[in-house]
């Protein structure tokens, strides 16, 4: 049953996904649907693996001081501080406190008091107005820097009133929250544009040591390369009209035709693959004793 | 050849310099740490091959020059959109006035360079036409991004005759969802279930009068993929377009763009914008359009960068190939 069950579920699941293509009945969709929405959530179980899988590759190295072990300690270290400032903290203590609204006599205004001193303000629907014609006003207050809270209130100003608006924007936590947003600017954002940018330097040089014209092939590879570069950038239309010309003629007809057949060779290969796997045939992603 | 700046008096032929290793001299003979990035001469140090033989820390100035300084002094060549972009725009312009778009923007923040002005560009493009948008993402390192993007140029007026867009209102931001593939396919059977039925902010989707008649892939007037890989437009090409007969337009990083050339001729994509020159491209086309400065976009700004860029590959590739040639007569 260990072997057969999971072969029984692939020819269950592939042969409904192969057969709602051709079947237009509902049920057929809700059924598609229901795998579809199984696929997402495995997906999203697997990231669970994923961080599982994480610690028992690397806690041993750690523990043992093997080689590159400070490595691992900032990797174990970083995925837990993202997951731990990732977490809805705030949200345990109930729903956030909403604006208090007060009136008093006074002049005909809205005054609007935040516990930051960054508080930006807006009021709707007229501009910023103060003081305000007497009338119905929503005020919407927020932080300057992202994760605060932001909160909103709709006040009636009578003749002669003063309304306080008094607003609290306490620090937000999980994935729009203050500290995972301050991670994700300052460690996350500049490290992985960082690591893009290398690129430009690395091509340069890769273009000066490895990019020869060693035989014809090699030439013409080159020839096409330089022919796309220049092409495709205002310099080479500035230069002449005929780059972008051969630019495009060179991705339009050799890169089509290349690709097509990639692609359709991949295809086939793909469909081939996953009839053996609906049908049984194919067992190796069972693991090595199916 | 003299010896390294600043270490005393001549080297003779053949002898590497021995001190610093600063100044052009230094440069011209074999890196220690890394070796040399031209061809190793078999004789003397003079001739052509030897003078060629250059430190790879010069070829990453000069690419580090080529880069900045365009961005502080702009050089300002003419831009001129090519085929596909010209596609894209008309695409977008053909939409009738307050149609309904998805705008799935999947990237991450090495990949916004190319594809942030596309983003920017074509969310003004459809607020000129009026239209209600519809954001999501599929991949995890995004969100944040489009939060900001959002508030930057969704809730904002950023043109002549612009107005905010009102969450729930104007625009839904659905957020991220895991699963790839079977996100696109789910959303092309049932959209509002493959988000649970809450958009990012927890609204209900029921609760959100634009997303009343959008309830599948099929019900949006087009598609706006903003795409820096997998999962991305080719992807949503593969999973849905074909199948649900979707008006699709996307831009793409320059790597990608020979990959999804084929949709584009095939008239699976309706336009395609690959790479930073050509969302600069696109960017000019609508900066024109809603009476912005074509000059002042982003994306404008940085084809300086990009062609200077392009010039020292080139000449970097034409100068290793000399050393190589002469190098190997010499041998």
């Not at chain 2, 729930?168 to 959209?191: C, H, I, P, S």
């Not at chain 2, 763009?257 to 790479?275: E, I, K």
Request: proline share 8%.
């Amino acid at each position: 049953m260990k072997k057969q069950l999971p072969l029984i579920l692939g020819f269950v699941a592939g042969l409904l996904a192969f057969v709602e293509r051709y079947v237009p009945a509902a049920p057929m969709r809700s059924m598609q649907s229901f795998l579809l929405n199984a696929a997402m959530v495995l997906a999203a179980a697997a990231f669970i693996l994923g961080a599982v899988n994480v610690i028992q590759v690397n806690a041993p190295i750690i523990a043992r001081r093997r080689e590159d072990w400070p490595y691992k300690v900032v990797l174990v270290a970083s995925a837990l501080i993202m997951f731990l400032a990732g977490i809805k903290w705030d949200r345990l203590g109930g729903a956030p406190r909403p604006p208090a609204v007060t009136a008093a006599a006074g002049d005909t205004s809205i005054e609007v008091v935040a516990d930051r001193d960054d508080a930006l303000v807006w009021f709707a629907p007229a501009p910023l107005v103060r003081p305000v014609a007497p009338g119905t006003y929503t005020v919407t207050v927020r932080a300057l820097r992202a994760g605060y809270a932001e909160t909103q209130a709709t006040v009636d100003v009578k003749p002669g009133q003063r309304v306080t608006v008094r607003a609290w924007l306490p620090m937000l936590w999980g994935p729009t929250g203050r500290v995972f947003t301050w991670l994700y600017d300052h460690v996350f954002a500049p490290s992985n544009a960082t690591m893009f940018a290398l690129l430009a330097f690395f091509i340069a040089s890769a273009a000066f040591r490895a990019f020869r014209a060693r035989n014809a092939e090699a030439a013409l590879l080159l020839g096409a390369a330089i022919l796309i570069m220049v092409g495709r950038v205002p310099l080479g239309r500035a230069l002449s009209p005929a780059f972008p010309a051969i630019a495009d003629w060179i991705v339009d007809i050799p890169n089509n035709a290349g690709r097509r057949a990639i692609m359709m060779g991949a295809a086939l290969g793909a469909i081939a693959t996953s009839l053996r796997v609906i049908l049984g045939l194919e067992r190796s992603h069972l693991g090595r004793d199916a | 050849m003299s010896g390294p700046a600043g270490a005393g008096g001549p080297v003779p032929p053949g002898v590497p310099p021995t001190g610093g290793r600063r100044g052009l001299a230094a440069a011209l003979t074999p890196d220690p740490a890394g070796g040399p990035v031209g061809v190793p001469p078999t004789g003397g140090r003079r001739g052509l091959a030897a003078a060629l033989t250059i430190d790879r820390r010069w070829l990453f100035l000069a690419m580090g020059l080529a880069i900045v300084v365009p961005l502080v002094v702009p050089l300002g060549l003419p831009t001129e959109a090519s085929a596909p972009v010209k596609a894209n725009f008309y695409a977008v312009e053909d939409l009738p006035e307050g149609a309904t778009v998805l705008v799935s923007v999947d990237l991450d923040p090495a990949s916004t360079p190319e594809v942030e002005p596309y983003f920017h560009a074509s969310v003004r493009h459809l607020k000129k036409r009026g239209a209600k948008l519809v954001f999501v993402t599929l991949w995890y390192q995004a969100p944040p991004l489009v939060d900001r993007w959002i508030a930057k140029t969704v809730e904002q007026a950023t043109f002549p005759g612009d107005r905010p867009y009102k969450r729930n209102v104007d625009y839904v931001w659905l957020g991220f969802r895991e699963g790839k593939q079977a996100v696109m396919a789910n959303m092309g059977q049932d959209l509002w279930a493959t988000f649970a039925g809450h958009a990012a902010d927890g609204t209900a989707l029921a609760d959100i009068p634009m997303m009343a008649g959008v309830h599948r892939l099929s019900d949006f007037a087009l598609l706006v993929l903003v795409s820096a890989g997998f999962p991305g437009a080719k992807e949503y090409v593969q999973q849905v377009q074909a199948r649900y007969g979707l008006r699709i337009v996307a831009a793409c990083t320059a790597v990608s763009t020979t990959d999804l050339s084929p949709y584009y001729a095939s008239g699976q994509l309706l336009g395609l914008a690959g790479g930073m020159g050509a969302t600069a491209e696109y960017e000019v086309l609508v900066s024109r359009l809603v009476g912005l400065d074509p000059k002042r976009g982003n994306g404008a700004m940085a084809l300086d960068a990009l062609n200077i860029g392009h010039v020292v590959v080139i000449l970097a590739i034409v100068l290793g190939n000399v050393a190589y040639f002469v190098g190997r007569r010499k041998r």
